[in-house]
């Protein structure tokens, strides 16, 4: 790995690694026509993998949840994971795996026995803005238009992206899906967790909400700490709500200062974000040093 961003981008595809500006796939890939397919989102952090194994896990489930098999080991998967990483620029890095249920005359149905497709990237990990850090971020919310099996990492992400464009337009970053009942469920990209009367809350792992890594090392930390930790719906207009934070692979975890136009806590970043957010930061950078 050479740490010039000048060096050509390598893809893996279906068995090949190839220039990414060579790597293509069927026009009728059953992901491309369907959304048919699963992925997963890595951080990389000077070559070594933040719970790369937790994610591989998630996406054999995702396989599963969908009936796509998986294209091969897990094993072996994590080998085409590390080459993508090794061949490519990026010290710390994202590395994008997308598996569909392969290419079809297009039919719902899908017909015969299917050869999955296995796309691998590796791109530059976007990191939060040092003023995005200091400030925190500022979400709205929806209500959610989304399907019910939000616990599959599925390609299917039409109504993300509408979210990601709503919250756009009114100048914010994210947009977090709310249940019938007004529960915050998770963001188009992200989980998010609120300090509640001193202990962190969020949602429950259900349909309703994907099983974030970065939120269950939210957890981890924070309970390593001494921090109570509660999993159970929860509402914006809670008494005794001080603190919001986002998490995701990209981001760690994020202070949210303000949500639909209302400040949260004191409008900076809560403490106890950022308490969890450096311990996050330093288990990071500890696989720097790995
Ligand atoms: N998004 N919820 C949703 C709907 C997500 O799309 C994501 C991640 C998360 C956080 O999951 P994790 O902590 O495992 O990254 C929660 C990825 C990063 C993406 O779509 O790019």
């Not at 599959?152 to 100048?171: D, N």
């Not at 994907?210 to 109570?228: E, Q, W």
């Amino acid at each position: 790995m050479s740490s010039s961003a000048q060096q050509a981008l390598t893809a893996y595809v279906n068995g090949d690694f190839i220039p990414l500006e060579d790597a293509t796939i069927h026009i009728e890939d059953r992901g491309f026509q369907f959304a048919d397919g699963i992925y997963e989102v890595i951080a990389c952090f000077g070559g070594n993998f933040l719970d790369l194994q937790a994610h591989l896990d998630r996406l054999q489930r995702s396989c599963e949840g969908v009936r796509i098999p998986l294209p091969c080991s897990l094993d072996k998967m994590a080998t085409l994971v590390q080459e993508t990483y090794d061949r490519n620029p990026f010290e710390d890095a994202m590395v994008y795996i997308q598996v569909t249920r392969g290419a079809a005359p297009r039919s719902h149905l899908p017909q015969g026995k299917l050869t999955p497709t296995l796309i691998i990237t590796s791109r530059v990990l976007p990191k939060p803005s040092n003023e995005k850090i200091a400030t925190g971020i500022k979400a709205i919310t929806l209500k959610d238009i989304r399907w019910k099996h939000c616990e599959i990492k599925s390609i299917a992400l039409l109504a993300s992206v509408l979210g990601k464009q709503e919250a756009a337009l009114k100048q914010a970053d994210e947009a977090f899906w709310l249940d019938e009942e007004g529960h915050m469920l998770e963001g188009c990209a992200t989980n998010i967790l609120a300090i509640i009367d001193g202990v962190l809350v969020t949602h429950p792992l259900d349909h309703q909400v994907l099983g974030g890594i970065t939120r269950d090392m939210a957890i981890r930390v924070a309970k390593k700490h001494g921090l109570s930790v509660e999993e159970r719906p929860w509402r914006l207009d809670e008494s005794g709500l001080t603190e919001a934070m986002m998490s995701s692979t990209t981001n760690a975890v994020m202070p949210i200062y303000c949500i639909d136009e209302k400040i949260i806590g004191t409008g900076k970043p809560g403490a106890t974000t950022m308490q969890i957010r450096n311990w996050m930061l330093e288990a990071m950078d500890a696989l720097r040093r790995v």
